[in-house]
Each structure stands twice: as structure tokens, then as C-alpha cells.
């Protein structure tokens, strides 16, 4: 298996629920990436792991936790989310370095009722 | 701050048109990296195409080729004798040298709908 897999593919959930996205690549990158895309909105970054560590935290609320425990396997965790939230989640990775091009999965497709 | 813009929020034509995807920049940093992604119903963003701002050449891949003009902060994305299959949503993105988390801005997109 190549390239970025997430799973679920689509995900519905009440709003006092707890679930978790997974993303995992296989191009032995070592960058790894969280957006959210809305209807009608750009692409936002959430989350950026480098290495293992997070680089940045692009003031995403708390009820969106992330965690990556290798460099190939990430994770968001979602708990009390808003409908608001509702959304494309999709996760990328990339070689370090800002020159690097990412590759994304095709995301996951979350309903918050 | 850098910023992207993708004026067209969506295009139309018919198969074997051409169409061409504008795409401006705005960024302090003087070494910087243009990307652009095709993004299919399926979802998965798909990278087309990387250039430095070092590098003007324009580049012509199959039906694709760019334009990349650093005197107007634009990096033009043209589509010859388009298909049914490139219908999708095409972004812009840029990266600066300085940018912390390889951080990369997108523009809002463009959809682009071929008609046979």
C-alpha cells in the first residue's frame, strides 16, 4: 500500500461523542499535516507535526486534539464538536522542509447532527 | 503576511477549450516555493507542479503548462484542449523560506467544469 490513507472516509456523530480520524502514510515522510475545508472557505491549516513533534498549533480549539506517534501514523481526536465543525478533514505529509510538495489522502468526510 | 489569491471562483467550458487558472501572490520573503494541487470529486488534493521563485521558466507538462510571472506575483496555470477529466477544483499555494511547520498558504480555489 502507498501514499496517505484515512480512514473513516466519512464519519457521522452527535455532538457529545468521541471519536478519532487516522491517517497513515507509507512514503517514508517525516512531516504530517491536519486541514480542515469547509464549503465556501479556503484550505485551513490545523496541525503540523515534524518528526514526531508539533510545530504548529494554528489556534484549533481544544475539543480537536491531535497526536502522531510515529512519523508514519496521525491521529486527530474529536470530542464535543460543534456543527460547525462539520467539514473535509484531510491529512498530508511531506519531507521536512518548505520546499517539500505534500501528498494527501483523500480525506474524511465528518457530519456533526 | 503571505497570501494567496484565486480571483476566478469558478470557470465553465466545453470539452477541447482552453483554460487558464490566474493565480497572485503576496509575500515579504524573497525565496519562496508556488505549488499547485488538483482536487477531484474523490477528495485527495493531487500536487501538480512546484517552482521557486528563483526559477521563471515557464514548464509545459502534457495539456498542462505555467506561467510564472514574478513582476506581477502571478503563477498562471493553463489547461489545452481540456477534457471531461479535468474537471475538478484546482488551488494555488505558497510557501516562504521563513514560513515555521513548512506551513502552506492555499488561495481559495478555482472549480473548473468541463462539458463534453
Known amino acids: 500500500e502507498t501514499g496517505v490513507t484515512q480512514t473513516p472516509r466519512h464519519l457521522v456523530m452527535g455532538m457529545t461523542n468521541k471519536k478519532s480520524l487516522k491517517c497513515e502514510q507509507h512514503?517514508?515522510?517525516?512531516?504530517m499535516y491536519w486541514y480542515k475545508q469547509s464549503a465556501k472557505k479556503p484550505l485551513e491549516l490545523m496541525f503540523v507535526?515534524?518528526?514526531?513533534?508539533?510545530?504548529e498549533n494554528n489556534s484549533v480549539p481544544s475539543r480537536f486534539s491531535p497526536e502522531c506517534p510515529n512519523s508514519s501514523h496521525l491521529f486527530l481526536h474529536l470530542h464535543t464538536l460543534q456543527p460547525e465543525d462539520s467539514a473535509l478533514y484531510l491529512c498530508?505529509?511531506?519531507?521536512?522542509?518548505?520546499?517539500?510538495?505534500?501528498?494527501f489522502g483523500d480525506g474524511t468526510r465528518l457530519s456533526i447532527l | 503576511a503571505q497570501k494567496v489569491t484565486q480571483a476566478q471562483t469558478e470557470i465553465s467550458v466545453v470539452e477541447k477549450e482552453d483554460v487558464t487558472l490566474d493565480c497572485v501572490y503576496e509575500?515579504?520573503?524573497?525565496?519562496?516555493?508556488l505549488f499547485w494541487y488538483k482536487q477531484p470529486p474523490s477528495g485527495e488534493l493531487v500536487f501538480l507542479i512546484r517552482?521557486?521563485?528563483?526559477?521563471?521558466q515557464n514548464e509545459i507538462s502534457g495539456r498542462y503548462s505555467w506561467n510564472f510571472q514574478k513582476s506581477t506575483s502571478s503563477f498562471n496555470f493553463t489547461i489545452t484542449a481540456s477534457q471531461v477529466v479535468d474537471s475538478a477544483v484546482y488551488f494555488c499555494a505558497l510557501s516562504e523560506r521563513e514560513a515555521a511547520g513548512n506551513k502552506l498558504t492555499f488561495g481559495g480555489g478555482t472549480r473548473v467544469l468541463v462539458k463534453p
Open positions: 512514503l517514508g515522510h517525516n512531516a
Open positions: 498530508a505529509s511531506s519531507q521536512d522542509g518548505v520546499q517539500q510538495p505534500q501528498h
Open positions: 517552482r521557486n521563485s528563483f526559477d521563471e
Open positions: 507535526y515534524n518528526f514526531k513533534e508539533q510545530t
Open positions: 509575500t515579504r520573503d524573497t525565496t519562496y516555493y
